[in-house]
């Protein structure tokens, strides 16, 4: 008999990031795993939001996004990264997640093959099989994450319509170069392909590099769908203000499929965030030096306590080596083991791996979080390999 539950949800399980979330509570465990920052948001955006509750209207506001917003993130796009975007290009959603959602079920038609590098988010791939397409996976090694003309050609056939492309890209940290930028550019106009932007990360960076959308690189604007979210970009995760940008027939088609997604989103904060986008660069910049600081203490007590930690140059997140480290459990058993044992959640990196590529020797940390936790952290971290090295 068939089932009555869609196969891709019927073989679905928790998400890596909710599952350790839960294991840290259960164990009172420091979280280090799902990414957030434990910091306070810039006082700014919490007073505005707080301001649009008293002051603007609850009820539902025009269903690709406020006006004021629409305008506030083309306006900061012209500013920081020189993209001359029209607000009508733009559609708010609820978090990124929402637009990625939109975009691939705007986009994919069954037996589309779309391109989805590794590692990813895990969203990406049960999204483009609900939708009928077929992830086809171009796994990026440790501890570059390059992108390749050949990986690419290799994956392309004539099937491929899309292209998922995560820069800077979670869990790795990395920042693909503007070769890199160009290379994917060429296989898109080539092949004729779309690519789904997931920039969510474009202001995490520590580089000290201006972001450079791919949607920046000649001939790609008409077939970029670049997705930002405020959720990363203040470290506000729990609003899930997030939004999707693409010209033409390409934004029409976006904001069909989020008007029966979510339809819009919650209003205040979108009030919120179009106060918070128009700032003065210096309020993103302290928020960065903080996370910075957090990234080199991290950085300094894993080394010191004798983990090998991969480059990064964004994000939220570093990534330990663990068979450099002396440590030979893999990345997954060092999770389950840390979060019950040393009571620090992590997350294992093959978790965000497709299949059989899934390097199994690397962790994530998620570092925004305040100086004591993360020196505890450490602290209970170097025990437990000082444990495991016997
Ligand atoms: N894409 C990537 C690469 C992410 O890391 C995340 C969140 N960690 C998202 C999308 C989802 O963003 P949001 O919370 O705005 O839905
Ligand atoms: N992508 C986030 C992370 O890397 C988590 C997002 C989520 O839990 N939905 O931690």
């Given at each position: 008999?068939?089932?009555?539950?869609?196969?891709?949800?019927?073989?679905?399980?928790?998400?890596?990031?909710?599952?350790?979330?839960?294991?840290?509570?259960?164990?009172?465990?420091?979280?280090?795993?799902q990414?957030?920052?434990?910091?306070?948001?810039?006082?700014?955006?919490?007073?505005?939001?707080?301001?649009?509750?008293?002051?603007?209207?609850?009820q539902?506001p025009?269903?690709?996004?406020?006006?004021?917003?629409?305008?506030?993130?083309?306006?900061?796009?012209?500013?920081?990264?020189?993209?001359?975007?029209?607000?009508?290009?733009?559609?708010?959603?609820?978090g990124?997640?929402?637009?990625?959602?939109?975009?691939v079920?705007?986009?994919?038609?069954?037996?589309?093959e779309?391109?989805?590098?590794?590692?990813?988010?895990?969203?990406?791939?049960p999204?483009?099989?609900?939708?009928?397409?077929?992830?086809?996976?171009?796994?990026?090694?440790?501890?570059?994450?390059?992108?390749?003309?050949?990986a690419?050609?290799?994956?392309?056939?004539p099937?491929?319509r899309?292209?998922?492309?995560?820069?800077?890209?979670?869990?790795?940290?990395?920042?693909?170069?503007?070769?890199?930028?160009?290379?994917?550019?060429?296989?898109?106009?080539?092949?004729?392909?779309?690519?789904?932007?997931?920039?969510?990360?474009?202001?995490v960076?520590?580089?000290?590099?201006?972001?450079?959308?791919?949607?920046?690189?000649?001939g790609?604007?008409?077939?970029?769908?670049?997705?930002?979210?405020?959720?990363?970009?203040?470290?506000?995760?729990?609003?899930?203000?997030?939004?999707?940008?693409?010209?033409?027939?390409?934004?029409?088609?976006?904001?069909?499929?989020?008007?029966?997604?979510?339809?819009?989103?919650?209003v205040?904060l979108?009030?919120?965030?179009?106060?918070?986008?128009?700032?003065?660069?210096?309020?993103?910049?302290?928020?960065?030096?903080?996370?910075?600081?957090a990234?080199?203490?991290?950085?300094n007590?894993?080394?010191a306590?004798?983990?090998?930690?991969?480059?990064?140059?964004?994000?939220?997140?570093?990534?330990?080596?663990?068979?450099a480290?002396?440590?030979?459990?893999?990345?997954?058993?060092f999770?389950?083991?840390?979060?019950?044992?040393?009571?620090?959640?992590?997350v294992?990196?093959?978790?965000?791996?497709q299949?059989?590529a899934a390097?199994?020797?690397?962790?994530?940390f998620?570092?925004?979080?305040?100086?004591?936790?993360?020196?505890?952290?450490?602290?209970?971290?170097?025990r437990?390999?000082?444990?495991?090295?016997?």
């Amino acid at each position: 008999m068939k089932s009555r539950i869609h196969p891709v949800y019927a073989e679905m399980e928790r998400t890596v990031f909710d599952r350790m979330s839960a294991l840290a509570r259960e164990h009172g465990a420091i979280n280090l795993g799902q990414g957030f920052p434990d910091g306070p948001p810039p006082p700014a955006l919490i007073e505005a939001a707080a301001r649009a509750l008293q002051e603007k209207s609850s009820q539902y506001p025009p269903g690709a996004g406020l006006a004021e917003l629409r305008e506030a993130i083309c306006a900061y796009y012209a500013r920081r990264q020189g993209l001359a975007l029209a607000p009508e290009q733009v559609t708010v959603t609820s978090g990124a997640t929402e637009a990625l959602a939109a975009a691939v079920s705007a986009l994919v038609q069954p037996g589309d093959e779309v391109i989805l590098f590794q590692p990813a988010y895990d969203a990406y791939a049960p999204t483009v099989r609900r939708a009928g397409g077929v992830p086809v996976s171009i796994p990026l090694s440790p501890p570059h994450f390059r992108y390749t003309a050949e990986a690419l050609a290799a994956a392309i056939t004539p099937a491929t319509r899309l292209l998922m492309f995560n820069d800077p890209l979670n869990p790795a940290g990395t920042v693909a170069s503007h070769a890199e930028l160009e290379t994917i550019a060429r296989a898109c106009v080539e092949h004729d392909l779309v690519a789904v932007c997931d920039e969510v990360w474009e202001d995490v960076r520590f580089d000290g590099v201006a972001h450079r959308s791919l949607a920046a690189v000649p001939g790609m604007a008409e077939r970029t769908v670049k997705i930002g979210s405020a959720g990363k970009i203040f470290g506000l995760t729990g609003w899930k203000i997030g939004w999707m940008i693409a010209q033409g027939e390409l934004a029409t088609a976006l904001q069909r499929a989020h008007q029966f997604l979510t339809y819009a989103t919650a209003v205040p904060l979108q009030w919120a965030v179009a106060e918070g986008l128009a700032l003065p660069d210096a309020v993103l910049a302290d928020q960065r030096a903080e996370w910075n600081a957090a990234r080199e203490r991290l950085r300094n007590g894993l080394a010191a306590a004798g983990f090998v930690v991969l480059p990064n140059a964004a994000t939220w997140f570093l990534n330990v080596d663990l068979g450099a480290s002396g440590i030979s459990l893999c990345d997954s058993e060092f999770s389950e083991r840390a979060v019950a044992e040393a009571g620090v959640a992590t997350v294992p990196v093959s978790a965000l791996y497709q299949g059989e590529a899934a390097p199994r020797h690397l962790v994530r940390f998620c570092f925004t979080k305040p100086a004591e936790v993360l020196d505890e952290a450490v602290f209970r971290l170097a025990r437990f390999r000082e444990r495991l090295l016997g």
